[in-house]
Structure formats: structure tokens, C-alpha cells
């Protein structure tokens, strides 16, 4: 999980050899099954990078009328939505922190891949994090994706897809246009 550099290597030494022998069946047979590779570890690791940590919280700031700025706290453990808490304008930001840490569900660690919550539940929590505005308030443990990862190597197999895709389409527009 950590580097997929050896895999991509061999299948798109593979990939091209089959495409330089113009059997281009094959070629794209390989190259969705890589893609298919890359986006299931890519997803298990970006799960499993939130559900090993113990505790995590994040602020988002609304708005609570004209000049007004309240913030949305939010306690993640292992993966987990344990808790959340909006703070007031008469109340110190300190005090909601300890607040939402004391009374925020207590989530054991399993250590399974999801110890605390489902598939659905972690994504909607790193969406969330990934959404606009969220701030990093405190972590215990790590949260870290490795880089010669599987996001990594997907996102450079996709861009290598849509540039064939508007090759295809490209084509496809001349062959149509010199028809007509």
C-alpha cells in the first residue's frame, strides 16, 4: 500500500509493449485493470489513513448573521464521528474544545481496518474534511497518505485516459466530418 511503483511499472511495460504490437485490446484490458487496482488501494488507504487515528478535530467556521462568525467543532476517533459541537460568541473556543472532548462518544480501537464505523460513514467524514474552509485543530496519532501511493499513480493513469479519450474523440469528429 505504501509504494505501487513496481506494479505500474511492470503492467504499463506490459500495457505499451501490447500497444506497440498494435494489439490495442489488450493494451486497454490491462490499463482498466490497473485503474481498477489503483482506485480500490487508493480508496483502502485513504480510509485506513483516518481510522487509525485516536482522535481528531476539525473547525469549520458559518456564519451566524452579519459579522458574526460561529464555528462548527467536529471529534473524529478511529474513523468515527464521535462528536460535534457549535460554539457561541459568550463561550471560550477553549471551553467548547474541552467540552466536545469530555462528552463525545468513547470509540475503542479494534485494530480491524474499520474498527469504529462502516465504508459509508468514513467517506462522508473525509469528504467532509476535504470540503472547504474545514481547519485541523488538533490530532493525536498521524494522518499521512504515502506518495508513491495508489492516488498518486491514479491520478497520472486517468490523465493519461482522458488524453485518449479526446484522441478517440478527435478521430472520431474527422471520420464523422469526412463522411458527410
Not at 96 to 107: A, I, K, M, P
Not at 149 to 164: F, H, I, P, T, Y
Request: a negative charge; proline letters at 3%; aromatic letters at 8%.
Amino acid at each position: 500500500h505504501r509504494d505501487v511503483r513496481p506494479i505500474v511499472n511492470f503492467l504499463s511495460t506490459q500495457m505499451n509493449q501490447f500497444a506497440l504490437d498494435e494489439n490495442y485490446e489488450h493494451a486497454a484490458q490491462i490499463r482498466n485493470q490497473l485503474g481498477a487496482f489503483l482506485r480500490g488501494v487508493s480508496r483502502g488507504t485513504r480510509i485506513r489513513s483516518i481510522t487509525r487515528i485516536p482522535e481528531l478535530i476539525v473547525a469549520r467556521s458559518i456564519s451566524a448573521g452579519e459579522e458574526r462568525i460561529q464555528w462548527e467543532f467536529i471529534c473524529i476517533r478511529y474513523g468515527r464521528l464521535a462528536g460535534s459541537a457549535l460554539s457561541r460568541p459568550e463561550v471560550e473556543i477553549r471551553q467548547t474544545l474541552d467540552s466536545l472532548r469530555s462528552t463525545s462518544e468513547v470509540v475503542e480501537n479494534s485494530e480491524l481496518i474499520l474498527p469504529a464505523s462502516t465504508y459509508e460513514e468514513v467517506e462522508k467524514i473525509l469528504n467532509y474534511l476535504e470540503g472547504e474552509g474545514v481547519r485541523l485543530v488538533s490530532i493525536d496519532g498521524e494522518w499521512s497518505l504515502p506518495i508513491f501511493g495508489a492516488s498518486s499513480a491514479l491520478n497520472s493513469l486517468e490523465k493519461v485516459r482522458n488524453r485518449d479519450q479526446v484522441s478517440a474523440n478527435f478521430w472520431l469528429s474527422s471520420i464523422q466530418r469526412a463522411n458527410n
